[in-house]
Nanobody, 115 residues
Framework: QVQLVESGGGLVQAGGSLRLSCAAS????????MGWYRQAPGKQRELVAR???????NYADSVKGRFTISRDIAKNTVYLQMNSLKSEDTAVYYC?????????WGQGTQVTVSS
């Protein structure tokens, strides 16, 4: 198993930036995918961005060009740099680790963007 701990959420004005961090309790290279998801009130959880073990990335259309996912394998940490934030980015953001044997979630971190 793996424990994931997110940090970096908070309140920011529209147009601002935040960087989320997800610290894993074991080597993130062992997972096929490390990803960030979000869930806004009354909505389903959706994929925001993810990175493969090989380093490939993909993003939701709504965040392309504004968000960047990256990782530091030595620190077992995945990041989500969020720029040009909009009110519709307001949600709880969750880190996910996915492999054929493990699918784990963090506890979530709240991001609130004020307009």
């Amino acid at each position: 198993q793996v424990q994931l701990v997110e940090s970096g959420g908070g309140l920011v004005q529209a147009g601002g930036s935040l960087r989320l961090s997800c610290a894993a309790s074991r080597n993130i290279f062992s997972f096929n995918f490390m990803g960030w998801y979000r869930q806004a009130p009354g909505k389903q959880r959706e994929l925001v961005a993810r990175i493969t073990s090989g380093g490939s990335t993909n993003y939701a259309d709504s965040v392309k060009g504004r968000f960047t996912i990256s990782r530091d394998i030595a620190k077992n940490t995945v990041y989500l740099q969020m720029n040009s934030l909009k009110s519709e980015d307001t949600a709880v953001y969750y880190c996910n680790a996915d492999s054929p044997f493990v699918n784990a979630w963090g506890q979530g971190t709240q991001v609130t963007v004020s307009s």
